[in-house]
């Protein structure tokens, strides 16, 4: 503990230094639906905090709603006096802020680590996998890829508007996944980059994606899943900032339009045991048979992970590379579960399912007990869809369907924490019956 707060101390004078102009630090954590919380703190206070003063916020911050309100889950909420808990600052994401107008800092804060962590902290439930995994002797290597999209800074009577070209001022209306996009966006695309890069991310691929605005960004392979996971969520925050400063809106809801491509979470994992070697490579690749068994499997129970909210299931089945049912293929960028084309090295797997507003570490973590399931049952899987072109199997296209799928099931009860699928469970129903609470303009035109 001694020389965690040396080593944080020495990081936040160090910020000082460089950063002189800077007065305050946003504290900041993911809760259930995805969204940051957390607490401004002036940067004098910040020091203490790294110097071992306790940095306590309120646990069910954790629970919040997509809309930011609590919901009655079990005692918490309403029934347990709103108790504070401990976090702690996670070392080496103190970063500048540069899309605020104001000079700012920001720090990643997690309840893991701590002597009492909150047992449904997204960022928790993922270390307490990873952790398991050490101790099993298996190391995963993480890189995500983000689908996201520009539009227009204003709303049209709340719809989004196309993002308009910078060199004709023309609307950016047309789908492609044309190279000169990336050029009549680069100034907006060229500061998310640095911008990201300077949060410590590592920022490897820009692709102009199919729909009308829409690019896709890659992240460098990582040993550290909290940490690739991490980079995922502060670059969903950066991205949108910066967005914002440049006159666009981004977004990286599941799916915008209902015409065009949505927007996905792509998460790379290979696996390696203790010596470096792949263990999806033994034995002529069997165990990578086994944990694709494994992933698909459990991929039914996992809905309310992946598609966390009820656009997200509009995004399934969709117009490009979005999957119907639980599927396996090699090369093959309709399944779910991609093996892309390597050397025995660097054989993952590629699980194509979430959508790009889904929580990263949730969707880890999810796909970890999946590989991890799969290698302790050695089974085999159903055939890939490069053999049989209707091969897969079917899973929950509707949110309380994807609910009552996930909530019983053992062995994500074990492996990601019974309390943490309860919790998560009743915070999807309570959000879906919410969104559910208005008439809309199409009810009374059908209906009335």
């Not at 925050?237 to 015409?259: D, E, I, N, W």
């Not at 070697?277 to 048979?289: D, F, I, T, Y």
Request: aromatic fraction near 8%; hydrophobic fraction near 40%; charged fraction near 25%.
């Amino acid at each position: 503990m001694k020389s965690q707060a040396s080593t944080l101390l020495a990081e936040v004078r160090t910020f000082r230094q460089n950063h002189p102009d800077v007065r305050y630090v946003d504290l900041i954590a993911l809760d259930i639906p995805g969204h940051f919380y957390g607490k401004r703190y002036p940067i004098e206070m910040l020091e203490k905090v790294a110097a071992g003063s306790p940095l306590k916020l309120p646990q069910n911050a954790v629970l919040l709603g997509v809309q930011g309100g609590l919901f009655k889950i079990g005692d918490y909420c309403f029934h347990d006096g709103d108790p504070d808990a401990n976090r702690r600052l996670v070392p080496g994401t103190l970063k500048p802020v540069s899309w605020e107008s104001q000079p700012l800092g920001q720090m990643l804060i997690t309840s893991d680590g701590t002597e009492a962590p909150i047992e449904f902290e997204p960022r928790e439930v993922l270390a307490n996998v990873l952790e398991r995994l050490h101790h099993k002797g298996i190391h995963p290597v993480v890189a995500f890829e983000l689908e996201f999209y520009l539009f227009d800074k204003k709303l049209d009577n709340g719809l989004p508007q196309f993002a308009r070209d910078p060199l004709s001022d023309d609307t950016d209306d047309q789908p492609n996944l044309h190279i000169e996009r990336l050029s009549r966006f680069s100034e907006v695309l060229d500061d998310m980059a640095q911008t990201a890069k300077d949060q410590g991310i590592d920022i490897t691929v820009i692709t102009a994606e199919l729909g009308p605005g829409q690019f896709e960004i890659n992240f460098g392979h990582l040993d550290d899943g909290l940490r690739a996971a991490d980079w995922a969520a502060l670059f969903c925050r950066s991205t949108r900032g910066v967005a914002l400063k440049h006159g666009y809106r981004a977004s990286f809801m599941a799916k915008p339009y209902l015409q065009f491509p949505g927007s996905g979470m792509h998460v790379h994992v290979s696996l390696y045991d203790g010596a470096g070697n792949n263990v999806l490579a033994a034995h002529q690749q069997q165990p990578l048979r086994h944990a694709v068994a494994g992933s698909l499997e459990l991929l039914p129970h996992c809905m309310p992970i992946f598609s966390p909210n009820h656009n997200a299931f509009r995004r399934l089945g969709g117009t490009v590379n979005a999957a119907t049912r639980a599927s396996w293929g090699f090369e093959d960028r309709d399944a779910c579960v991609r093996i892309p084309d390597s050397d025995p090295r660097n054989l993952r797997i590629e699980h194509r399912l979430a959508s790009a507003d889904a929580n990263p570490y949730l969707v880890l973590a999810a796909i970890l007990v999946g590989l991890e399931h799969g290698l302790e049952a050695k089974r085999e899987p159903i055939a890939p869809l490069n053999e049989d072109r209707g091969s897969g199997t079917d899973f929950p296209v509707e949110m309380l369907d994807a609910v009552r799928a996930m909530q019983h099931q053992p062995v994500l009860r074990d492996k990601l924490g019974a309390e943490f699928i309860d919790v998560y469970c009743e915070n999807k129903r309570q959000d879906h019956l919410a969104f559910q609470q208005e008439i809309n303009a199409r009810e009374y035109r059908w209906f009335l």
